[in-house]
């Protein structure tokens, strides 16, 4: 099990004349638990990004993974993303996926 606190920032430094100028802080928050039980891992990632060219507009995502390896170099994954606002979500911020995912 770990936990992983980050903060990114975005600046754009070069745009030609239609780009948007960026200007972002990005705080992360990811936590990760191995599941032995089932061999596989629960992932949650949270991610807020504060827009200062957008008079410091807070927006938020949260990511939740849980997978399984079904050999040491190879396994299976599902995803549930929920954002633009992750306490606020309307139906067209909500999605799902699923991956495979090859250790090499």
């Not at 992983?4 to 638990?33: C, E, W």
Request: net charge negative; aromatic share 14%.
């Amino acid at each position: 099990m770990f936990l992983v606190t980050l903060v990114q920032y975005f600046h754009s430094y070069d745009t030609d004349d239609n780009a948007p100028k960026v200007r972002r802080t990005g705080p992360r928050i990811i936590y990760i638990r191995k599941l032995p039980q089932i061999g596989g891992w629960f992932k949650v990632d949270f991610k807020g990004q504060i827009d200062h060219e957008n008079d410091d507009d807070f927006t938020q995502t949260l990511e939740i993974q849980l997978g399984k390896m079904i050999s040491p170099r190879m396994g299976f994954y599902a995803d549930l993303f929920l954002g633009d606002d992750v306490l606020d979500t309307n139906a067209y911020d909500i999605g799902g996926g699923v991956g495979v995912r090859f250790m090499y």
